[in-house]
């Protein structure tokens, strides 16, 4: 109970903050709905010449549902910047199948063999708010990283393995290494 009258003194500030006075503001004009594992979603209903009309306050409704929009974001990107590096991965190997003496290509390379698009050629490629970079390249393996901007999000690499992982790569400089996480 507590919590839904702080609920509702905030939402009845903000209301006035917005200069919406309600000027029948009762509890029978209040609607609480309880849903199992979420917070209470708090409803004023407003009578206007004999149409009831339900204010839905987005402030409450905000606190739950925007959260849970961001991560659903964060993973759409994850997923996307994985699947790239799985694509460059794959477009190495095809690289050095058809090249004589079989090594690895520089993003350059690939793509001006046609195995990737000729933006992704310069380092670092900026997609889906990472940066894409060779870790290295030679004639036996190759390591492609993704790098967040923004922190909070996950780094992924790529080697020859074919197998996207959490982390930075082994022998990375900072000498952090890889989690066991596999995707």
Do not use: K
Request: hydrophobic share 40%; charged share 20%; aromatic share 10%.
């Amino acid at each position: 109970r507590r919590e839904i009258m702080r609920r509702l003194a905030e939402m009845t500030r903000r209301l006035h903050d917005a200069d919406f006075f309600h000027n029948d503001l009762r509890w029978r004009n209040i609607l609480v709905q309880t849903t199992e594992g979420t917070s209470p979603a708090l409803w004023f209903v407003v009578a206007i010449g004999g149409l009831f009309l339900i204010l839905v306050l987005v402030g409450i409704v905000a606190a739950v549902v925007i959260p849970s929009m961001l991560q659903t974001g964060r993973t759409a990107r994850q997923a996307a910047v994985q699947e790239l590096l799985r694509n460059l991965a794959t477009s190495e190997r095809m690289y050095a199948a058809q090249t004589e003496g079989g090594g690895y290509g520089t993003l350059g390379q690939l793509a001006s063999r046609g195995f990737i698009d000729a933006s992704l050629a310069v380092e670092p490629v900026r997609v889906e708010g990472y940066r894409i970079r060779t870790e290295w390249i030679d004639h036996r393996s190759f390591c492609f990283s993704a790098t967040p901007e923004s922190e909070g999000d996950t780094r992924f690499y790529i080697d020859d393995s074919m197998t996207v992982r959490e982390g930075l790569p082994p022998g990375h400089p900072s000498g952090y290494s890889a989690t066991p996480r596999t995707w």
